[in-house]
Structures are given as C-alpha cells and as structure tokens.
C-alpha cells in the first residue's frame, strides 16, 4: 500500500528508524536532491535524439543513480553511497566539455535551447540542494559532490549550445537602462 498515514501529524521517518519533522533540515536536503533528480530527468526527457547525445544521457542517467545515492545517505541509510571517485568523475567530465567550448568571456544568462535552459534549472536547484546540505552540517564528500554537479550542469549548458549550434546570450548590465533612456 503506498499510504501509511504515518507522517499525516507532519512527521516522517528516516531510513535509521528516527522520527524527525517534515520540516527538518535533513528531510528538506533530501528533498531537495530527490527535486533534483526529477528535473534531472526532465532534462534528459528533453534531449535532442542523436547520436553525439547518447554521452551526455548516459552522464545524466549515471547521475540521477547518484542523486538516489546521495538521498539515501542523508536520510541516514547506512553504508557509504557517495564516494570521493563520484566526484573525481563529476571533475571528469567537466573538464572534458570545457576542453570544447569557447572561453567564457562574460556571465552567461540561462536562456537559450530548451535542453540549455533546463541545465539552468537544474544548476539552481542543486545550488539549493547545497544550501540545505550545509544547513543540516552534511559530510564534506557529499558537499563537494553536489557542489561539483551545479559546476557540471552550468558547464553541460555551455557544451550543449556548442554541440547543438545555438547561441549564448551574455548578461548587458545596464541593457534595460540604455532601452530606458532611448
């Protein structure tokens, strides 16, 4: 049965058996990594279907796994989930896509491909997921995982915009003022 009517007082158990509130730093961590993971997926829902594609699904794929990973680990499930070679591949990775792509010359607004946009998405979502991983005082490992994901997808936005041929669209710090005073 997928109800157990237990967490309707607004409680909810974790994977060691402890009852914590819904709004517990912990429960907001890894729900935030479990939202992560569903725009994950839409991400690779949207991908181009072709051939150069199936690297980058493949990547996606190996990282909603982790993202399991990492929701298991801070819902305190024992056993060691994430580990230092996740993100040493995570590192892999980008430096391979960065190795392509032109140099960065200005902050790039998160606009662009729909698959462009949803890495953005993706990108802030993680940047949250940090947030409430150091609010509840995660382990470093799992830190600089989630830290190295939003460096990846902000670099996957880059690559895809390269391989697929569109266009990066460059933050004009004063562009709404100059349409302002025209």
């Keep these: 049965m997928i109800y157990t009517k237990t967490g309707d007082k607004g409680d909810t158990s974790l994977a060691n058996g402890q009852r914590v509130?819904?709004?517990?730093?912990?429960?907001?961590?890894?729900?935030?990594?479990?939202?992560?993971?569903?725009f994950v997926g839409w991400l690779r829902a949207g991908m181009p279907d072709?051939?150069?594609?199936?690297?980058?699904?493949?990547?996606?794929e190996w990282i909603q796994n982790r993202l399991f990973n990492l929701g298991a680990a801070l819902s305190e499930a024992p056993g060691e989930w994430i580990e230092a070679q996740d993100v040493v591949q995570i590192e892999q990775w980008i430096d391979a896509m960065q190795a392509v792509v032109p140099k960065q010359h200005a902050f790039i607004l998160p606009?662009?491909?729909?698959?462009?946009?949803?890495c953005h998405v993706c990108r802030t979502v993680c940047r949250r997921a940090e947030r409430r991983m150091i609010e509840m005082d995660a382990i470093s490992v799992h830190r600089q995982f989630i830290n190295r994901l939003s460096d990846y997808f902000f670099v996957l936005s880059r690559f895809l915009t390269f391989l697929?041929?569109?266009?990066?669209?460059?933050?004009?710090?004063?562009?709404f003022v100059e349409?302002?005073?025209?």
């Design 21 to 38: 509130p819904k709004t517990d730093a912990r429960i907001e961590a890894y729900g935030t990594v479990d939202e992560l993971s569903s």
């Design 50 to 60: 072709e051939e150069k594609m199936h690297a980058v699904q493949t990547q996606l």
């Design 111 to 118: 606009y662009g491909m729909e698959c462009v946009c949803r």
């Design 164 to 175: 697929l041929k569109g266009a990066e669209f460059a933050w004009k710090k004063d562009l």
């Design 179 to 182: 349409k302002l005073t025209e």
